[in-house]
Antibody, heavy 114, light 107 residues
Framework: QVQLKESGPGLVQPSQTLSLTCTVS????????VSWVRQPPGKGLEWMGA???????DYNSALKSRLSISRDTSKSQVFLKMNSLQTEDTAIYFC????????WGQGVMVTVSS | DIQMTQSPSLLSASVGDRVTINCKAS??????LNWYQQKLGEAPKLLIY???NLQTGIPSRFSGSGSGTDYTLTISSLQPEDFGTYFC?????????FGGGTKLELK
């Protein structure tokens, strides 16, 4: 069955870099895109960026200067790296499949604090 | 960026009610509009894709309509499990954007 699971540190210091991994199963990264979406506590959803089946990427222009998405197809993993973190980057980070976002991971809470 | 404005932001309704949630885009999004339901502590769940296509496994009481800049999610007869927050989402233009959400609560 299709599954996605995010992993990464729960706490990041301001100005540091966030690194998250989305491990997928039940589908191929060479046939499906994966997006990252985040949600600050009690707030709405923000699409961050996507990596396409061919390996190209697209990013939210608001985050583009700080964000990088990559993958390792042999490990079925998608990576998110975002630098210069600030307190407003505190959020639940989700990975999700395709353009429909039909399957989601459970999310990982990331707190930016010293 | 395309702005997605949902209304109302809060909706109080009773079991059995017919409810509609609206989503207005700041420009034409060519029906590339999805709807998601989110319950507290959970990931969003896809209900409707590309305006009016019901996702597999979603009850038929959910339906979507619209075109151009105006879109609607309708629940024909509200069930207890339908309470939560609903988000619209456009994937017509970069960056893809979500609406601010509509919280559907028990009256």
């Amino acid at each position: 069955q299709v599954q996605l699971k995010e992993s990464g540190p729960g706490l990041v210091q301001p100005s540091q870099t966030l690194s998250l991994t989305c491990t997928v199963s039940g589908f191929s990264l060479t046939s499906n895109s994966v997006s990252w979406v985040r949600q600050p506590p009690g707030k709405g959803l923000e699409w961050m960026g996507a990596i396409w089946s061919g390996g190209s990427t697209d990013y939210n222009s608001a985050l583009k200067s700080r964000l990088s998405i990559s993958r390792d197809t042999s490990k079925s993993q998608v990576f998110l790296k975002m630098n210069s973190l600030q307190t407003e980057d505190t959020a639940i980070y989700f990975c999700t499949r395709g353009t429909r976002f039909d399957y989601w991971g459970q999310g990982v809470m990331v707190t930016v604090s010293s | 960026d395309i702005q997605m404005t949902q209304s109302p932001s809060l909706l109080s309704a009773s079991v059995g009610d017919r409810v509609t949630i609206n989503c207005k885009a700041s420009q034409n999004i060519n029906k590339y509009l999805n709807w998601y339901q989110q319950k507290l502590g959970e990931a969003p769940k896809l209900l409707i894709y590309n305006t009016n296509n019901l996702q597999t496994g979603i009850p038929s009481r959910f339906s979507g309509s619209g075109s151009g800049t105006d879109y609607t999610l309708t629940i024909s007869s509200l069930q207890p499990e339908d309470f939560g927050t609903y988000f619209c989402f456009q994937h017509n233009s970069w960056p893809w954007t979500f609406g601010g959400g509509t919280k559907l609560e028990l009256k």
